[in-house]
């Protein structure tokens, strides 16, 4: 996953079967579409230190 500016360090698929989250040592979570490849919106931002983990509950 290119757009990230770090270590890649957790990989999750969301619920819909059609997105997944990335986490990364560059301090950002991104969404993705699993059909194209393409970041779903904007980086969710504002973490003060690189994101390690990511869990995903059924109610959103």
């Known amino acids: ?5 770090d270590a890649l360090d957790a990989l999750v698929y969301l619920l819909d079967g059609r997105q997944f989250a990335s986490a990364s040592a560059d301090q950002t979570i991104r969404i993705w579409d699993q059909d194209t490849g393409e970041q779903a919106g904007e980086p969710l931002t504002g973490h003060g230190l690189g994101v390690r983990a990511l869990a995903i509950s059924q109610d959103g």
Do not use: D, F, G, V
Request: charged share 20%; aromatic share 0%.
């Open 1 to 5: 996953i290119k757009a990230h500016n």
